[in-house]
Structure formats: structure tokens, C-alpha cells
């Protein structure tokens, strides 16, 4: 039996059941406008329905606008807010019923607008001047308050009267300046939600601009070669477009008027008198404008009023071009046709200066007045193209192109032999030079060709026209006709399709073998067989063995070398080739032969166990690395690293790669490349006593080896002559050149003063005899106070002066310089010249002196020089 609490219980929980509850969540609501969200109703209890409503009281149903309402299961359903505004405020009520049992329960929903800043637009412009009314309109629940900064400081419109806050938020400047210029941040704030934001506008004040013309006027020629510069300069801000008017008709760039960048500057073309007149340079900005009238003077110029264009066939007789022209001074005419002027060189006429006749006479100018024509006899269609008429006079020039046409028969050109092979496509081109155009139609054994046949296609893309063959037997070779066809006439031309054979053998020149590769040089065929090599296949083998066999592609370049790979080291090998056209191979040359080199292993590498090699071909792989050597160079600090190729690594070396350093240092030198060719580097400039590391490295197509080492100490600094030695004596280089100067110049003037004394020469000698009037100490007087001369005859009839002084005795009979002349020193040499003294007198010059000259005989000569009779 059941207890009376259980009972109890059972009863209360039945109870229960059969009421119902209702409960929101969240249980209450606030949502940004233009934002989302939903409230979940959940119902306690067995509910049939659950509905959901409005503040107005209507039931939401689907459909309705920006609500929907979801049933998720028996106890829950959803509402959901979509893109939230104002008028979706209110109490949401959730209503669930069973038959007569029915449980609701609402949640109150806030709608508020976050700040929004609905119009801020940046950059606001105002012109200096105006009162600017900045722009700043900002939606929020409730209303925000608006701070506005200038450059970061807070505008306070006490401090300053000419800021003004507005009703509406905006920030007014009255008379705004340039200064003004720069950021203003409008920010608002919502105390209630402590909600805060700014939005920076750029202000910009512009300055009405100003203008100045360049010059006020201008004075121009009616020249093509000599247009109009008119210019005026404006200044503003922003930086005022320039603008051209004349006769109230605005001015753009065109065939007639050119205006530069920023429009400061007019152009006029090809001036004419109409272009005269005042002009009107507008400078224009934001802020407003400006304008300034230049006058433009024109003057007269050449200017080709009839020119016309001309058309002749080919061998007419002649066809005449006529120029006119007005300007004042009349103009002078002249014809050109490329770089040919017609009256240069020409013969001019005895009768009519102004006809000029060419040479051959198929090219005649006649002018007269304003008018010049140009005739051309005996037409050929090299005349045809662009003649330019020239008129020119003492203010400048004109000219005008006109083109000749000349209709002319066809000329085929192209090549007349086209090489193939049967089943290769091959285009014979007849390229077709003619006026008016041709029409082109193939013959073969005078038969027209069809435009599609079965092995034969014609392209007509003029002046070209393509016959594409392909031969399917030898009888589609031979000769195809092209003939080319106009009003004119038509000319024909044949073309050649040539059976092409194989190439011939290419001659291997040189083979230069590695440890486990080998390049080979060859020259290509003296033929190809009429078409392309495309490439060649390469044989070689070891001796006694199978031919290994390889092909090499002929690309854009002529190819005159291959690299062959996978050879055993230190093997004899032959090698052969040939080459291969569209037709076929060609006989292979004759075999060459090589040897290729040993492996070598350098003693650098860092493993300790060498790399092993099978027996057989070696695959490719990077090289091994150089084995160095170092050697000292002349000064101590320079170093010559040499290094040994070691193995290739199957693949040809491509070039070193060397980097050194100093020991102590982490920064490497800039690393070296050398060509595989090289055997060493010259390392110069190192640090005396130093210790540097040196790195070379080998690369090959396959990679870079590990580097060889070498480990090298430069010698210590040579010992230079110490510094106080040279400061010992307190004097430099200069000073001590200064010193050595003055020794050597009093020594010259001892030695010169020695010389006066002794010799009665020198430099004071010359200067006491040309300047003083005085002769040397000891020196003999040049007034003889009393002399004899006497003069005698000998056997051969030689007259001897002697001469004689008061005098008695000299310095110089001392034995202290040379022998002065004395009375038995002959004055005259033996062929007759006379004999100066010491005083460089001349025997003339002597007899006209004070002293008393006698001849004597020579059988009595006197005894002693030094015993002369008064």
C-alpha cells in the first residue's frame, strides 16, 4: 500500500504539470537602430499554442515587416528583430494557451540610435573671406553634445568672437584666412551611454588669384617655322587654371593653338594676318577670377595658297606640279622629293635665270612671280611619294606636301628556290609591288592552279601570296608560275620547288675531355641539304665497345659545341656525329678520339673518408673541391692563391667562386667569380700580420663543391726609419732643401771670388770691367803709360808684336792663374785671325790705345819680356 506522503506528492506533481509558465530571455531589450536580435520564449507546461505581440497589440504573424516569429519546438519560440528602428520601441508580450489555460509574460524593448554622423564631408572649401560654415550633422538617442577642435586644441568661441557654435552643430568662421587652413575634428558624445566619436574634416581656404601678363605685347611674323608666344603668370590657391580667349571665343588645344600644362602659355600655329587682335588670359580658381589682355602684332609671311595632288601611269611623257604662294616679299619657290632639293646642282638657263633644268633635262622648275612648277619627263614609278613645295622670303617660310601617284605594272619580287621533301609542307612567296593592286593566280605547265586542292593551298594576303606545296612524289617538284596582274599590265615570274637532300657530315675539330665528361667542337655542314639542321646525334664509345648514342636540339643560336657525360675517368674513348635535317640524317664524320682525365681528390675536403666511385660510368653530381696553394707575393702583403682542379663531378666546371677574410672578423671580402679557365687569384692590400681565411669553391652545372681551405698569416710590417730621427733636428724636408740652397750659393760665390782674385775672371770680373771701369787687381791697365813695338824680319817674313807696360811684375807670373800674353806672346794664330786680350780687345784695338807699338827683327828678340826701353 502506497503511502500517504507519496500520495501527497503525486497530487502536488500532477498539479504542477497542468499549469503553464512563461518566461522571456533575455528578459529585457535594448537594440541599436539598424541592428538585429531575437528573445526566446519558453513555456512551462503542455502549450497547444504559442503566439507573440506587438507593442500595438496586433499579433505577429509571417510576412510581417522586419519581425518573424519562429515555433522551435512545444515549448519554445523565437522573435526576432531584424535591422532595428525607432518605431519598433515597446513591450513585446509572448502569450502561450492550452484549451482554457493560458500563461503570458512581456519584455520591454529600448531602441536607441548610436552616434552617427550623417553628413561630415571632408574636404570643406571656402574662399578667404567668407564666413565658412562647417559642416557637421550627427544623429543619436538622446541628442549628443558636439566638441569641436582645431589642431588637436578645443575651439572656445569665448576666447575668440570670430568662432561660432550653431544651433545645428555647425562651427561657423567669420572672415575666414588662410590661416584657418588645416584639420577641425567634430565630436560628438552621449553622456547617458558614455558613448563617443569624432569624424576629422579637412578645411581648405582658397585665394582668389592674381595675374600678370608677361608682356603686354607681342610682335609675331606670319611663319609656320615662327609661332606666337603669349604668356601671363598667375598665382592663388588652389592654383588657378589659365584660360585663352580671343574675339569672345575660348582657345584649346588643337591644329591651331597649343597651350602647355597649366595654360600660362598660348601658342598660335602657323600665324596668319587674321590672327591678329587681343587676346584674353583668364586665371580661374575656386575662389573666383581674373583676367589680362595681351596684343598680338602680326606680321606678313610666306604662305602656299595652291597646291594639289597628281596622278600619272608609269612612261607617260610628263606630268607638271604646280605651286603658288603669297607673302611679301614675294617668296622665293623651291621643290624637294625626299632629300633632293630640285635647284640644287641644277643648270640654270643663260636666256631665263629662272628655269632650272637637271642634267639628264627629265626634271625642269620654272617659277614666275608667286607661281612654280615642277615637271617631270619620261615617268618612272620612283617618282611616285610625298613633294614638298617650299616658299620662302626674308621673314621666314611655308611649305606643303603633295603626293604623286604613279600607276605602274606589277614587279614580282621573293625568292626563286623553295627546298623540301616529300610530305613536308613548304609556301613559295611571290611578294607583288605594284599600283593599283594586283590580283595573283599560280600556273604549273600552264595550267591555273586552284585556290584548295588536295596537296596545294593558296594564301592571298597582299602584297604577298603564298603557294603551300605539299609533295606527295617527285613529280610535284619543278617549276610553278606566278603572275601578278593589274590595268596597268601584268609580269610573271617563276619559282623553283627544289627536292631537298641530307645534310652533309659535320668535322669534329677538338675534343677537350674531363675526369667523367668531355666537350666537343665541331663545325657544322658546308650543306644542309636546302632546309634547316634541327639537330645533331652524338656517338661515342669505348674502344672495342657499343656506340652510346645522343641528340642535341639546334636552337635560335648557330651551335658549334656539345657536352657529353657519364665517361669512366682515364679512359679511351672515340666519338662521332652527324646531322639531321627535315629530310633525314646525314653521314656521320669521322671518328675522333680522346682520353679522359683522371679523378682527383683534393686533400682540403672536410671528410675525412673519400667519396667512392664504382667501376662504371659516374653520374652526375657537384665537384670536389680545389686543392690550394698559397704563395707570398713582393711586398709581404699580397698573396697568390693557386688551386688544382680535382674531379669535375661529371659535368664541365663553369667557374670559381673565391671569398676571403680576416680570421678575427665576421664580415667576408666580396666574393670573386672567375672563369673555369682560371689556375689562381692575386689577393692584394691585406692587413700586415695578419692571419685571413681563404674559401674557393668549383661550380658546375649540377652545383657548387664544398670549399677549399686555406689558412694564410701575412708578414709583420717592414720597420720604416723611426720619426725622431727626422724630428731630431726640428726641420722639414722644405727647410732643410732651404739650407742645402744657401751652402751651394755661397759656395759658387767663394769659388767666384776666388776666381777674380786669382784669374781675373768671374762673375764680379765682369762686373767690375762692364760697370766700373776697372780692371782686376794685378791686371794689367789699359792706358799704357809707355810701350814699344818693334818689328823684325826673319827667314819666313812673320812679323812678332811685343808689347810693354810699366809694369813690372803680375799676380799671375807668380804661378797663381794662367800666363798673361807678353812681349814675346804672338797676337796673332797662325791662320790670321787676329788675337784679343784678356780684356777682349782686338789687335786693332790695341794699336788705338795709349801704348807705343814697334816691329823688330825676329833675329833680335828680346831676352827677357820684363826689359823694354822707354
Not at 283 to 298: F, I, R
Not at 324 to 348: C, K, L
Not at 589 to 608: A, E
Not at 765 to 781: D, L, R
Request: net charge negative; glycine share 8%; proline share 6%.
Amino acid at each position: 500500500m502506497l503511502q500517504t506522503r507519496d500520495i501527497i506528492w503525486g497530487l502536488l506533481v500532477i498539479g504542477c504539470a497542468a499549469a503553464i509558465q512563461v518566461q522571456i530571455t533575455p528578459a529585457q531589450g535594448e537594440i541599436s537602430v539598424g541592428e538585429s536580435k531575437f528573445f526566446l520564449c519558453e513555456v512551462t507546461g503542455d502549450a497547444k499554442d504559442i503566439d507573440w505581440y506587438a507593442p500595438s497589440g496586433e499579433k505577429i504573424v509571417p510576412g510581417t515587416p522586419d519581425l518573424s516569429v519562429t515555433r522551435n519546438d512545444e515549448a519554445t519560440s523565437t522573435l526576432i528583430i531584424y535591422h532595428a528602428s525607432v518605431d519598433d520601441a515597446g513591450n513585446y508580450k509572448c502569450v502561450a494557451k492550452n484549451g482554457d489555460q493560458e500563461a503570458q509574460t512581456t519584455v520591454p524593448v529600448k531602441i536607441f540610435q548610436k552616434i552617427h554622423f550623417r553628413n561630415a564631408p571632408s574636404p570643406q572649401e571656402f574662399n578667404e573671406g567668407d564666413d565658412a560654415d562647417i559642416i557637421c550633422d550627427v544623429d543619436s538617442s538622446p541628442p549628443a553634445n558636439i566638441i569641436w577642435k582645431h589642431k588637436s586644441s578645443r575651439i572656445q568661441p569665448a576666447k575668440d568672437v570670430r568662432y561660432a557654435f550653431l544651433e545645428n552643430g555647425h562651427l561657423q568662421i567669420r572672415s575666414i584666412k588662410k590661416t584657418d587652413e588645416g584639420p577641425y575634428t567634430c565630436e560628438a558624445r552621449v553622456m547617458a551611454r558614455g558613448e563617443i566619436d569624432f569624424r576629422t574634416m579637412s578645411v581648405i581656404v582658397n585665394v582668389l588669384p592674381t595675374i600678370r601678363a608677361r608682356q603686354s605685347e607681342v610682335n609675331a611674323t606670319a611663319d609656320i617655322g615662327s609661332p606666337a608666344l603669349l604668356a601671363c603668370d598667375a598665382d592663388g590657391f588652389p592654383e588657378p587654371t589659365v584660360t585663352w580667349a580671343h574675339n569672345n571665343v575660348d582657345l584649346e588645344t588643337g591644329e591651331k593653338y597649343s597651350l602647355n600644362e597649366d595654360g600660362s602659355e598660348l601658342i598660335i600655329k602657323d600665324v596668319t594676318k587674321v590672327d591678329e587682335g587681343d587676346y584674353v588670359c583668364k586665371a580661374k580658381n575656386k575662389a573666383g577670377e581674373k583676367t589680362e589682355e595681351v596684343s598680338l602684332n602680326v606680321f606678313v609671311q610666306p604662305k602656299i595658297t595652291f597646291l594639289n595632288n597628281q596622278t600619272a601611269s608609269e612612261f607617260d611623257e610628263q606630268v607638271v606640279l604646280t605651286c603658288e604662294a603669297s607673302g611679301d616679299p614675294t617668296p622665293t619657290i623651291s621643290w624637294s622629293f625626299g632629300n633632293r632639293v630640285f635647284t640644287e646642282g641644277e643648270q640654270a638657263s643663260w636666256t631665263r635665270p629662272d628655269k632650272y633644268e637637271s642634267i639628264d633635262r627629265n626634271v625642269v622648275v620654272r617659277s614666275h612671280a608667286r607661281v612654280s612648277s615642277l615637271t617631270l619627263k619620261n615617268i618612272q614609278f620612283t617618282y611616285a611619294g610625298q613633294y614638298l613645295c617650299t616658299a620662302s622670303n626674308s621673314i621666314g617660310q611655308d611649305n606643303q606636301h603633295m603626293h604623286l601617284e604613279v600607276r605602274y605594272t606589277p614587279k614580282i619580287l621573293g625568292m626563286v628556290t623553295v627546298f623540301t621533301w616529300e610530305g613536308n609542307a613548304a609556301n613559295i612567296s611571290c611578294e607583288v609591288d605594284a599600283h593599283p593592286e594586283a590580283s595573283v593566280v599560280w600556273f604549273r605547265d600552264g595550267f591555273q592552279l586552284p585556290a584548295n586542292a588536295t596537296n596545294m593551298k593558296i594564301y592571298n594576303t597582299p602584297p604577298f601570296s603564298y603557294l603551300e606545296i605539299t609533295p606527295e612524289s617527285q613529280s610535284d617538284f619543278g617549276s610553278y608560275n606566278c603572275t601578278a596582274a593589274n590595268m596597268m599590265g601584268s609580269e610573271s615570274k617563276e619559282f623553283l620547288l627544289i627536292q631537298a637532300v641530307v645534310p652533309s657530315s659535320p668535322e669534329i675539330l677538338q675534343v677537350e675531355p674531363f675526369s667523367s665528361t668531355a666537350v666537343v667542337e665541331f663545325e657544322e655542314p658546308e650543306s644542309s641539304g636546302g632546309v634547316p639542321i634541327i639537330k645533331y646525334r652524338v656517338q661515342w664509345r669505348l674502344a672495342g665497345r657499343e656506340w652510346t648514342t645522343k641528340e642535341y636540339h639546334v636552337g635560335d643560336a648557330d651551335m658549334t659545341t656539345v657536352a657529353i657525360v657519364g665517361l669512366k675517368p682515364e679512359s679511351n674513348y672515340e666519338v662521332k656525329m652527324s646531322a639531321i635535317n627535315g629530310k633525314g640524317e646525314g653521314e656521320s664524320s669521322l671518328p675522333g678520339s680522346f682520353k679522359t682525365k683522371p679523378v682527383q681528390f683534393s686533400l682540403t675536403m672536410t671528410s675525412s673518408v673519400p667519396p667512392s666511385f664504382a667501376a662504371t660510368s659516374l653520374p652526375l653530381r657537384e665537384p670536389s673541391a680545389p686543392k690550394l696553394e698559397g704563395k707570398p707575393q713582393n711586398g709581404g702583403n699580397v698573396l697568390k692563391v693557386k688551386w688544382t682542379e680535382q674531379d669535375d663531378g661529371g659535368s664541365p666546371i663553369k667557374h670559381y667562386l673565391v671569398r676571403y677574410k680576416a680570421t678575427h672578423v665576421s664580415d667576408w671580402k666580396p666574393e670573386i667569380r672567375l672563369p673555369y679557365s682560371s689556375e689562381y687569384v692575386v689577393l692584394s692590400g691585406l692587413d700586415w700580420d695578419t692571419e685571413y681565411l681563404v674559401y674557393v669553391v668549383a661550380e658546375n652545372q649540377q652545383g657548387r663543391s664544398i670549399p677549399g681551405v686555406l689558412r694564410y698569416r701575412t708578414d709583420v710590417e717592414p720597420t720604416s726609419v723611426p720619426d725622431k730621427l727626422n724630428r731630431g733636428s726640428g726641420l722639414g724636408t722644405g727647410a732643410i732643401v732651404g739650407i742645402l740652397i744657401v751652402i751651394f750659393f755661397l759656395l759658387l760665390v767663394g769659388v767666384d771670388v776666388t776666381c777674380y782674385f786669382l784669374n781675373k775672371c768671374g762673375l764680379l770680373m765682369c762686373i767690375a770691367v762692364n760697370f766700373c771701369g776697372k780692371a782686376g787687381p794685378g791686371a794689367k791697365s789699359k792706358d799704357m803709360e809707355e810701350g814699344k813695338a818693334a818689328f823684325t824680319k826673319d827667314e819666313s817674313k812673320e812679323p812678332i808684336v811685343e808689347v810693354r807696360t810699366e809694369e813690372e811684375h803680375t799676380p799671375n807670373q807668380e804661378g797663381r792663374g794662367p800666363t798673361e800674353p807678353n812681349e814675346t806672346t804672338p797676337l796673332t794664330e797662325p791662320d790670321g785671325k787676329a788675337v784679343k786680350d784678356e780684356n777682349g780687345k782686338s789687335e786693332t784695338e790695341v794699336k788705338n790705345a795709349t801704348t807705343e807699338v814697334k816691329t823688330v827683327p825676329n833675329e833680335a828678340p828680346q831676352a827677357n819680356g820684363n826689359e823694354s826701353k822707354a
